[in-house]
């Protein structure tokens, strides 16, 4: 009988140290698979931040645009201000390029490890955010330099752009950036003729209205893909374990 029950014995135990295994290799996959999802959260949150930051910086140089246009098609001076004006065009030239932070999603992509995500409809979701989402039409629309900038920039005097970088604009850490109001270094007759040589270019103004068209286009898809960012970020707070 002893003989009989010692091999029970034996696959009993192999059996449940078989199955204690399995337990813990799920176990740990479902952990790193939650810690993926934490990580991805953060860098939603950084983007939610970011795009904040990009959103009000591209509403400003559109404005500025806008004025710009209004200008060249009215004769209405910003502020009632030729210097303001020439702020204008040279402020609606500005870029500031905005990429997505996906290094942890495109870590478990290359890594193969996506099936970690409990959720079966989460990868296709967050697919859609990093790969094909908005902020994919977006980052294409605001990585093309405009052919306005080059033309603003090549008939503005040094002195002016100089200027303008040191007292009308602003870093604030990294590659953050803002605009500031500053005084004019220039007389208003100066200012004036500064004017007339930006109107005194044939495709300047056409340019302009392309760029700004762009950058209003851009606005609004990076607009909604805050919204989709902040929805999945929900989607993960809800979906972690406790």
């Known amino acids: 009988m002893a003989i009989g029950i010692d091999p029970v014995i034996v696959v009993v135990g192999v059996f449940i140290g078989i199955q204690v295994a399995n337990w813990n290799d799920t176990r740990r996959e479902a952990q790193r698979g939650e810690q ?6 953060t860098d939603l949150a950084v983007d939610i931040a970011a795009m904040d930051k990009h959103l009000a910086f591209w509403r400003e140089v559109v404005a500025h645009g806008q004025a710009a246009i209004r200008y060249a098609e009215t004769g209405e001076h910003v502020d009632g201000a030729a210097w303001d004006t020439v702020l204008a065009f040279y402020q609606a030239s500005q870029l500031y390029p905005y990429v ?5 999603y495109q870590e ?9 995500i409990r959720d079966p409809a989460l990868p296709t979701a967050l697919a859609d955010y990093y790969i094909t989402g908005l902020g994919f039409q977006a980052n294409y629309l605001l990585r093309l330099e405009p052919e306005y900038r080059r033309l603003v920039r090549g008939v ?3 002195a002016i752009a100089t200027h303008a970088w040191a007292h009308c604009h602003r870093n604030t850490g990294g590659i953050d950036q803002v605009l500031v109001d500053c005084e004019s270094p220039v007389s208003e007759a100066e200012a004036r003729a500064m004017l007339d040589g930006y109107l005194a270019q044939p495709q300047l103004l056409a340019e302009l209205k392309f760029w700004i068209t762009n950058l209003a286009v ?8 805050r919204k989709e960012a902040a929805a999945l970020a929900a989607r993960l707070r809800v979906g972690q374990a406790p």
């Open 156 to 158: 503005t005097p040094q």
């Open 218 to 225: 851009s606005i609004e898809l990076v607009e909604n893909n």
């Open 36 to 41: 993926f999802l934490a990580r991805i959260g």
């Open 108 to 116: 478990m992509r290359n890594a193969g490890e996506l099936g970690l």
């Open 100 to 104: 997505p932070r996906d290094t942890t």
